[in-house]
């Protein structure tokens, strides 16, 4: 390559090194298509997750059963139209969490070895806006339901109860996925890896244009591969049981759920019944909620890679610990039981735009960084297995969250947020102490 290519592909940074030039447009379209396939994993969690919370009362009423029971099949993450049991809806969730838990893993993955460096932390990005997408998709589609059944979720419409027609559409973005997903190539490290380097080469002269020296990337790539073998849990054994990476990467999942998000997008509609407001009214604030982690999350998008991946952690931990602190204090005047329970409407007003705010925060931090961060801090050598067990225990967190939250509310809905808001608190130090920065480096670097 001449001094003048070299100079086309690389652009200088403030301490004299070279860094990857940004891909010319036409191939940029390209790796934001590709990346915005990956992500669909994510709008199917994001959908099928929060489904659930428009059919909640639906499903309470369905089956006579309260909100212990109910958990169940809230805490688990698929449905099936027709269940003949509250036992059988849990059971069809499992399945259809088995392989969404799967899209989990694979996709942020997927994005952080196609997406070039420049870009990785917006396109890595995608995951959590899919998310945010699905989660909002969905409390749209079980507005409009509840709307055309009269507002009420058990009510029938076309034969189903409208809470049946909420879980069934899910099979839609499911068949959109499936067909969408067999268009986007291998990743170029996978295509090195198994031997198929003329292969790789076009994938990486179509994501990072024609600019770079596909030899060097193809060579570099292998360098990393020679390193690395075939993952398995027991790379992760380190001090305290695991490396202490992979203990950052728990985490970091871990603290993401604490905090209480899911609680917002799957028992929302539930949790401002429960103050006094009616089923229609809590579906649409749900819907109001989605929006505003739509706006979070594209805010996180425009910033990852200008401000960093530390920098929104931390401002998102703040701003969640004041949030959900405030809302402990509103529903710290809730009075009644069971379905009489009333707020003041200066203390509800508080709670709902406290509630707003905690998913601003959420969605413009945490919702995004944790997915960009475990997509790209892991070395080569332990990244699948890593990842493994990070997303794991995302899960296992955002399970014990769910299946606790509606008996710990009956119990005391504002020790509850006081409890989240503590989570909160503590990721402030432990970002402080432990998360390095990730932005702008190759993921042959991470080590």
Known sequence: MSETEHQMSTTPTLSGQRRPAPAAPEHLAHVVFIAAVGALGGFLFGYDSAVINGAVSGIQDHFAVGAGETALPVSVYKRQVLPFSLWELAAWRVVGGVAIGI???????????????????????????????????????NYAIAEAAGGQTGNRLGGLAAWQWMLGV??????????????????????????????????????????????????????????????????????????????????????????????????????????????????????????????????????????????????????????????????????????????????????????HV???????????????????????????????????????ANWLITVTFPSLAEWNLSATYLGYTAFAVLSIGFVAKFIRETKGKKLEEMG
């Open 103 to 141: 899209a989990s893993v694979i996709a942020p993955t997927y994005i952080a070895e196609v997406a070039p460096p420049v870009y990785r932390g917006r396109l890595a990005s995608f995951q959590q806006l899919a998310i945010v997408l699905g989660i909002a998709v969905s409390q749209l589609v």
């Open 170 to 355: 899910a099979v839609v973005p499911a068949v959109v996925y499936f067909v969408l997903a067999a268009l986007i190539p291998e990743s170029p490290r996978f295509l090195v890896a198994v031997g198929r380097l003329a292969q790789a080469r076009r994938v990486l002269r179509d994501v990072e244009g024609e600019r770079i020296d596909l030899d060097a990337r193809v060579a570099e790539i292998q360098a990393a591969i020679a390193t690395d073998h075939r993952p398995r849990l027991s790379d992760l054994r380190g001090r305290f049981g695991l490396l202490p990476i992979v203990w950052v990467g728990i985490g970091l999942s871990v603290f993401q759920q604490l905090v209480g998000i899911n609680v917002i997008f799957y028992y929302s509609s539930t949790l401002w019944q429960s103050v006094g407001i009616d089923q229609s009214s809590s579906l649409l604030i749900s819907l109001s909620t989605s929006v505003i982690n739509i706006i979070g999350t594209v805010i996180a998008m425009a910033l990852v890679d200008r401000v960093g991946r530390k920098p929104l952690a931390l401002v998102g931990s703040v701003g969640m610990a004041v949030a959900l602190g405030t809302a402990a204090w509103a529903f710290s005047y809730a009075s009644g039981s069971g379905d009489n329970v009333t707020i003041p409407a200066a203390q509800g007003l508080v709670a709902l735009l406290a509630a």
């Open 358 to 396: 905690f998913v601003l925060f959420f969605a413009l931090s945490w919702g995004v960084v944790v997915w960009v961060m475990l997509g790209e801090m892991f070395p080569g050598r332990v990244r699948a297995a890593a990842m493994s067990v990070a997303t794991a225990a995302q899960w296992i």
